[in-house]
């Protein structure tokens, strides 16, 4: 009987001394509630702490960052454009006591982020143009062609993405004020135009490139044309001085042939018959062919040569 009374009393002691302590590690901070009411300061250090068994409850908290993700929405900015609008932040609970107070847990505190933060969000979209919302600096766009140095001119903007999320941040922290809670960091994931302002934007891009396309195209067949009428030019130009040196050398040796010629015909008798004969044979071959039938007159030249050299 007395080791059954020391069995429950060392497991009652396990029990009350299991529940008066209790431990807060590095990720966590926390806050000691009696009947539902905090009792003492927030519990941020880690390490082993005490609480009145069965009647204290400990409520737990992250201290890391937390991750909101905002719903993406579509909304009207300052252009009078629907644009598609997707954000996020970072939070974090720095007061827990304030915290649990007002907020209870980090679902509420999600929820109450969903009406600040998008609150916050659609009033510097409608406040801004979508240029703004887009890029942060006035930067000169780098040209790595000469050609479309023309065509790469960025608009100047006026406030930039990032100082309107830092205003944004700025705004949503001062009613995050007294929840227990700070605002870290919040950036646009993304800024699109919407379905239905999309096919509109696309079919004007394309336009603008056929555009610039078809200006390349003009000057390219303009510098094309040029080429080619420079080609023929020269083409005509070599032609005609390689015909006039044709020309020239071809009378050259008509006249170098016709010197020979008269040097033969002149040089003696038997010569220039020779020369006749060769220059009457050359005519003969020149008119006639196997098919042709040929009347010779005994008074004609080719008579006379064939009588003289075929007897």
């Known amino acids: 009987m007395k080791s059954i009374i020391s069995i429950v009393g060392v497991i009652l002691v396990l029990?009350?001394?299991?529940?008066?302590?209790?431990?807060?590690?590095?990720?966590?901070?926390?806050i000691v509630t009696q009947f539902g009411k905090p009792i003492g300061d927030p519990v941020t250090e880690p390490g082993l702490h005490f609480k009145i068994p069965f009647i204290q409850v400990v409520q737990y908290f992250d201290r890391r960052f937390l991750e909101w993700d905002g719903d993406a929405?579509?909304?009207?900015?300052?252009?009078?454009?629907?644009?598609?609008?997707?954000?996020?932040?970072?939070?974090?609970?720095?007061?827990?006591?304030?915290?649990?107070l007002r907020l209870r847990d980090e679902r509420n505190a999600q929820s109450r982020l969903d009406d600040i933060l998008d609150g916050e969000t659609r009033n510097a979209v409608a406040s801004n143009e979508l240029l703004d919302?887009?890029?942060?600096?006035?930067?000169?766009?780098e040209?790595?062609?000469?050609?479309?140095?023309?065509?790469?001119v960025l608009e100047e903007i006026s406030v930039g993405r990032d100082a309107i999320e830092r205003v944004v941040l700025e705004r949503a922290n001062e009613r995050v004020s007294d929840l227990g809670i700070r605002i870290l960091d919040f950036r646009f994931k993304r800024v699109n135009y919407s379905r239905e302002v999309q096919q509109n934007v696309f079919e004007r891009m394309i336009s603008e490139r056929n555009r610039i396309a078809d200006q390349f195209k003009s000057e390219g067949e303009g510098e094309a044309r040029a080429i080619i009428g420079d080609k023929e030019r020269d083409l005509a130009q070599i032609r005609s001085e390689a015909r006039r040196e044709a020309q020239e050398i071809r009378g050259r040796a008509d006249a170098e042939a016709t010197r020979i010629y008269a040097e033969a015909f002149n040089r003696n008798r038997q010569t220039r018959e020779l020369y006749e004969f060769i220059r009457t044979m050359e005519a003969f071959e020149k008119t006639m062919d196997d098919n042709t039938t040929v009347i010779l007159s005994t008074d004609g030249d080719f008579f006379r040569f064939l009588q003289r050299y075929n007897p």
Request: net charge negative.
């Open 15 to 30: 029990i009350i001394g299991f529940n008066s302590t209790f431990i807060v590690n590095e990720r966590n901070q926390a």
């Open 73 to 100: 929405n579509q909304i009207i900015n300052k252009d009078e454009t629907l644009i598609f609008v997707d954000t996020f932040a970072r939070w974090q609970i720095t007061d827990p006591l304030q915290f649990f």
């Open 133 to 141: 919302l887009v890029r942060s600096t006035n930067r000169e766009p």
């Open 143 to 152: 040209v790595t062609d000469e050609y479309l140095e023309e065509f790469d």
